[in-house]
């Protein structure tokens, strides 16, 4: 096994990742074209904000436990696969992706609608919410 160590790998495009390819030159991945973790500011536990992102131009907190996450450089399609987390002192929390806030669909190439809940569905703020978007081009 060899080692290779770069400073950059570049897609030939602005807009896509570089797919990651076997040696006969099958597809077996892409990189993430969006993610991003935030949670309540410090000294202020009615605001978000970023900790740390990509490709995620602002969020916002549109209702108790529901957010829009706006990419910097839209998605290919609205058909792309999504996956959160969100995290609380005291419950679980779940992450959804949400239909229910009036958009649909909840996923836009533009931005995406999630919720977070806990117990029987009760939308609820959490302390810290991680998201990731992967697509096709």
């Not at 991945?29 to 602002?58: H, P, T």
């Not at 209702?63 to 998605?75: D, E, L, R, Y």
């Not at 533009?110 to 081009?137: C, H, K, Q, W």
């Amino acid at each position: 096994m060899s080692t290779i160590n770069l400073s950059a790998i570049k897609s030939t495009t602005a807009a896509t990742p570089p797919t990651m390819q076997s040696q006969n030159g099958i597809d077996r991945g892409k990189f993430c074209r969006a993610w991003v973790s935030f949670g309540r500011k410090l000294g202020d536990v009615g605001q978000y904000e970023v900790m740390s992102q990509f490709n995620v131009i602002a969020i916002e907190d549109t209702a108790a436990g529901q957010f829009t996450i706006q990419f910097k450089i839209a998605m290919p399609s609205n058909r792309y696969a999504c996956a959160g987390s969100a995290s609380n002192t005291t419950d679980v929390v779940a992450v959804i992706i949400n239909a229910g806030n009036g958009e649909t669909p909840p996923l836009t190439t533009a931005r995406a609608f999630i919720r977070t809940t806990v117990g029987s569905n009760a939308d609820s703020d959490p302390l810290m919410v991680t998201f990731f978007a992967y697509g096709d081009e």
